[in-house]
């Protein structure tokens, strides 16, 4: 079964497609503007980048020499490696329960992401007053029922297309949607800094103002690095275990990393201007991105109107799409461990998942509606799982990892990974860095950010 798995990205493109695929998706979207709203701006995005190419990027090269070494599933991977040791089988644990735990609550982001894809055509807001518009969001997610029935389909088509182990369907779908979206992307970006009050956005994210930054603000900043390129889920110890040795993971690493930045870059241009021209608050959360696009797509419905329905349906349906590569990489993590532990088939498999993961998603997304008076710390369910899987269940796994690989296993194993045995000059020059990064910063990065987190 394995091997069948690991046969599926034989080609180089496509495992860097399959990484982006995966790295690219809502965390870049709708996560990323709201985070940087809520903690203050340009300074954070500069934390950021910086955590993005200190500590986050070596947490990457370490899961793809993990995956690559070992050939395995992220649930295997470091008994693996480890000569069948105990305590790297409970990572494994961790490996396959995390991504679960975000597949449930991304899929009601899915929904959502859904839901404005048909109500740009079905009921078009693009054709409402743009503060309309814009305030359409509260009642949509606090209806119970449409935010349900659109995370129920949109985690129902995942499920099917892991069941199916159809890669190259969807492969196929986002060669063509993620270009459509980053073309989109900068539609917008060229009409959104065009409104009225727009210059208030772009300064508030490109002029620092280093006041606005709290302890808090490096826990969310590595917190979003980690979740934008995938870490501490197993997928891309599982995406790493189908390289081929022949090919660079240095190139892989930082392919994956600078588009995922670069997308998170433009969606925040896209989006801040907008949110400045519409008056909305930039802390306002979760909603951000379903705020403020409608408010530029009606806005321009009022210099060309069959065009920019059309281009704001297109601007969801990719959103969805890219929502599903990742959410897809998330549970085929789960489907593949049932797959090989229990024997099930990927049919069965893919039914558990759904049902788990349907459960738990139900809550977080009825947590806007009827169960918005249970707080978790101040924050609704969503909000409570979105904290724990992002700033604490991922950092505890990429911080095993990054332990795994600076002590666990031989310094020349992961040097002759890294450099294909010595035959790759750069990765041999850089390897020493690399692995400094790997054994101390990033370790104690997130030591220290995490200690911090909970003492302040
Ligand atoms: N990186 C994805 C995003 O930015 C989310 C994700 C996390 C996907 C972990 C898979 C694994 O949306």
Redesign the pocket.
Known sequence: MAKQNREAFGSRIGVILAMAG???????LW?FPYVTGQNGGAAFVLIYIASTLLVALPVFMAEVIIGRRSRSNASHAMEKLSGNKKFWKFSGALAVFI?LF?ASY?SVIGGWSMGYTIMSVAEPFVKMAPDKASNLFAPFVSNPWMPLAMHLVFLGLCCAIVSGGVKSGIEKFSKFTLPALFVLILIIIAYSITLPGAREGIEYLIEPSFSDITPKSFVYALGQSF?????G?G?IITYGSYIKKEDNLLTEGIGTAVS?LVFAILAGLAIMPAVFAAGIEPSSGPGLIFESIPFVFCKMGADIPVISSVMSFIFFFAVVIA?MT??I??IEVGVGWLVEKYNLSRKKASKCIFALCAVLGSLCSLSFGPLSNISIEGENIFGAFDYVASNILLMVLAFITVIFVGFALKKEDVRDEFTNNGTLKLNSLIFNTLYFLIKWVAPLAVLLIFITNFVL
């Open positions: 995966s790295a690219i998706g809502l965390g870049n996560r991504p975000i991304y979740y934008s390129l995938s870490l889920m997928t995922d929502a990742s959410c990489s998330l």
